[in-house]
């Protein structure tokens, strides 16, 4: 394993990485190494709009979130979705930032896996064998 | 000794899970239409995936990473969606050419139609990957598949002139009746049945199913070196077998029956008996590979769990997505499409697309933020580039030839 750029965010040394390079579309894992998401796109703080700079000497912007979902299409295809469709992980709840994104929490516990419980409890759970390892 | 019968277990599975439906119909039709004269684009083929097989289970033991997973990081989200839409669409056509593959190979045991088993054989792909564990489906239609060296044994009962094989497959001429957009294109049709991208899916995902780590990757390059090529003689027998036996009838394969009528002339009953499990073992062990493949490429893209060593509660949205992907093999299958004609389609397609899936594998393996200290080594990377100068070429090549020849009618 490479462990050359995994680093806790919470040390007290300032983090520098390129967002874009380092966490855009890496992978998500829970608490139990579970695959969560992707980075889809990322929250800063002073919400700013497409094309509008950061005021140089204002405060700077922060990462407040990992988003995930919905947002996957309108960075694709240009646009943003609507504020109540945001699936957020709050940016406190990372863990770690390496070659993936390690969470404190357990999957159940983020709503960005809504699709997964809906699918395992209307779908997979109902029929024989769904909760059982291969054998 | 548990060693070396693991060793040899790994590469009997190669051998026999290197073969599919694909791989059948393509050495067939190339066989009887221009005898052993495109030898040399199934032995490219065979070096190719080797090399790029052996690739990306190095970059999954060391890193932990599927191929997918690492096509979205290193592409982004435009681009790699992109390619996904792309893999995963012409993965599904092989995966529907897959079925009607298993399909074929049981009306040819039963004489009941092909489209009364195409859902049996959907179903019993579903169950197999609902609930059998990955190392024993992965290694029983493997040793089953193995029985296809019984077209290797036809080849040698119908007795070629040995000097005239080597004399056609070195220096290849066409007959009146072929031109040579028509050779071109099937050299482009068997390179890409050969190198398809769902085995290097199948192959990277699969290491992180078993949790390869570095230990177990001498093993795995042992099993892709001696596996895969020996996997590709079996391709050529199947083309010599055509080539001998039906070239000089005039018969041009078009059906799956017609590629086991040199191997009833050469050995009858017994080894029409093999080589129905061998068909059918074949096509079963790619179809499983194929849907596999679906969910992961689908599940690494947009980071869902996924993994047969999960229970299915655990990878939900990887285990319905492959539910769909077989229903929709059904769907298309059922319209009476020929299921030989949608496999010669997935091979060329494959062709088309094999840089999407080479190319960031190549990166990857350069890049020591995942590989540490295993980067590609020097060689490797010489041998990578020129390959993905053909790998280029041919997919450039292979819509355009398709269009030419009217897919080589």
């Given amino acids: 394993m490479s462990a050359r750029n995994e680093s806790s965010i919470h040390e007290h040394r300032p983090l520098i990485f390129d967002a874009t390079l380092t966490l855009l579309d890496r992978q998500v894992l829970d608490r139990n190494d579970e695959p969560v998401c992707t980075v889809d796109d990322l929250e800063l703080s002073g919400d700013l709009h497409d094309g509008v700079e950061f005021p140089v000497g204002g405060p700077r912007p922060r990462i407040t979130a990992i988003l995930a979902g919905p947002v996957l299409v309108t960075r694709v295809f240009g646009g943003r979705p609507p504020r109540h469709l945001w699936e957020r992980i709050d940016w406190g709840d990372v863990e770690r930032v390496g070659v993936m994104v390690k969470l404190r929490l357990a999957a159940e516990a983020l709503n960005v896996g809504w699709t997964e419980s809906w699918l395992r409890e209307r779908i997979i759970t109902r029929i024989p064998g769904g909760r059982h390892e291969s054998e | 000794m548990k060693k070396v ?30 005898g052993f004269g495109l030898a040399w684009s199934t032995l490219l083929g065979v070096v190719g995936i080797c090399l790029f097989a052996n690739m990306s289970g190095r970059v999954a033991a060391v890193s932990g990473r599927a191929t997918f997973e690492l096509i979205r990081e290193r592409l982004g989200a435009r681009v790699g969606l992109l390619n996904l839409v792309a893999s995963f669409l012409i993965n599904l056509m092989t995966l529907t050419a897959e079925i009607g593959g298993v399909a074929l190979a049981l009306m040819l045991a039963s004489s009941v139609n092909y489209l009364l088993w195409v859902p049996v054989a959907a179903l019993a792909l579903w169950l197999v990957i609902w609930r059998v564990k990955f190392t024993v489906l992965e290694n029983v239609t493997g040793l089953l598949g193995l029985c296809l060296i019984v077209f290797a044994v036809a080849l040698f009962l119908l007795g070629p002139d040995w000097g005239e094989v080597v004399k056609q497959a070195v220096s290849p001429h066409l007959s009146q009746t072929e031109s040579p957009a028509t050779y071109w294109y099937y050299a482009v049709a068997l390179f890409g049945a050969a190198m398809t991208p769902y085995e290097v899916f199948f192959f990277s995902s699969g290491a992180v199913e078993e949790k390869w780590s570095l230990k177990d990757l001498s093993q795995s390059r042992m099993n892709v070196l001696v596996g895969f090529p020996l996997g590709g003689l079996l391709s050529l027998a199947i083309a010599g077998c055509a080539a001998v036996f039906l070239m000089p009838k005039g018969i041009e394969v078009s059906s799956l029956s017609q590629l086991v009528l040199p191997v009833a002339a050469a050995g009858g009953k017994l ?93 990857v393996a350069n890049d020591p933020d995942y590989m540490g200290q295993y980067v590609n080594s020097r060689l490797v990377n010489i041998a990578g580039q020129i390959f993905l100068v053909i790998v280029v070429a041919a997919s450039l090549a292979a819509i355009p030839l398709m269009i030419i020849t009217g897919a080589g009618k």
């Fill in chain 2, 5 to 34: 019968l693991g060793l040899a277990l790994g590469i009997l599975t190669a051998i026999g899970g290197f073969v599919d439906i694909g791989d059948l119909v393509t050495n067939g039709v190339v066989g009887s239409r221009f």
């Fill in chain 2, 271 to 363: 080894a029409v008996a093999f080589v129905l499990v061998g068909l059918f073992a074949a096509t079963f062990g790619a179809g499983l590979e194929t849907t596999l493949s679906s969910g992961y490429t689908l599940a690494q893209f947009f980071g869902w769990s996924w993994g047969k060593f999960r229970s299915p509660a655990r990878a939900a949205r990887f285990h319905v997505s492959m539910m769909i992907c077989l229903l929709v093999g059904i769907a298309v299958l059922m319209t009476g499409i020929d299921p030989v004609m949608v496999t010669e389609m997935s091979v060329v397609f494959s062709a088309a697309a094999l840089p999407l899936t080479y190319f960031p594998i190549l990166v």
